[in-house]
């Protein structure tokens, strides 16, 4: 019996030198992207550690920090197509977008968020970061890749808005994922604009006709909205109502 212990001790062994590509982690960096990296994290950053995450789309994920509260995060300067929306309807590679989002934390060896000064938050509460992958920022491969688009609302005075705008350039110039099939995604219009346009291709609503879809749009349960595909619901999207946000971080009927 010992002796077969040994036996496949040492297989085991053989197998992590001959493949160790399948038994360690991968790290992210510009061999395993198959392109180079501009941003780098400032002198001066505050990068803080985090314990889990969990992603909700291509934009914005759940955090548990390393103190044990546990909130949900925006990437700042950028917009990710969204599965669900109950004006819209899902909006195209918002799948991909998540699940890129996810492949890169998981695939990471460190994750670090850096807070915007202030730790600013946008519209919906969400506080907004700049997430690092083992000294990669996620927001620069997301949008090389074309399944971010900038969107420099968030901050406009981030230091790396330089290095979005050249990485979005490239991404439509080689028509990447969202820039393969509508080049009004993205900053050169309105977001709201943008989502009712990708549905309805043709002019948005009006401020009005926003107004009159969130009043005339109501869900009883996140059930019902599941069902109806609308889930998750956004803090001032057509459906969300405080009473479906459980956990109150601006997202209610959680997938």
């Known amino acids: 019996m010992q002796k077969l212990v040994h036996f496949f001790k040492l297989m085991a062994l053989c197998f992590m030198i001959l493949f160790p590509s399948l038994t360690v982690k991968a790290e992210v960096n510009e061999a395993t992207l198959g392109y180079k990296i501009l941003a780098k994290p400032q002198n001066n950053a505050k990068l803080v550690d985090i314990v889990e995450f969990d992603v909700i789309d291509g934009d914005s994920l759940k955090i548990e920090l390393e103190n044990g509260d546990v909130k949900t995060f925006k990437l700042a300067n950028v917009y990710a197509p969204k599965r669900q929306h109950p004006v819209t309807g899902p909006q195209s590679y918002a799948n991909e977008s998540k699940a890129r989002l996810n492949e890169l934390l998981q695939s990471a060896k460190d994750i670090k968020i850096e807070y915007l000064t202030d730790e600013q938050k946008d519209s919906q509460g969400r506080s907004l970061i700049y997430l690092w992958t083992d000294k ?120």
């Open 136 to 255: 990669i920022l996620v927001q620069e491969v997301m949008t090389t890749e074309g399944l971010t688009a900038y969107y420099s609302q968030d901050d406009a005075n981030s230091p790396y808005l330089e290095t979005l705008i050249f990485s979005e350039d490239y991404a439509k110039r080689n028509g990447l994922n969202v820039w393969s099939t509508n080049e009004t995604f993205g900053e050169n219009i309105d977001v709201d604009q943008y989502q009712s346009n990708a549905q309805n291709n043709q002019v948005g609503f009006s401020s009005q006709d926003n107004q009159a879809a969130s009043q005339n749009i109501y869900f009883k349960n996140c059930s019902e909205a599941k069902a109806a595909g609308a889930a998750p619901l956004y803090q001032g999207e057509p459906g969300y109502r405080p009473q479906l946000d459980r956990d109150k971080d601006g997202i209610a009927c959680e997938l």
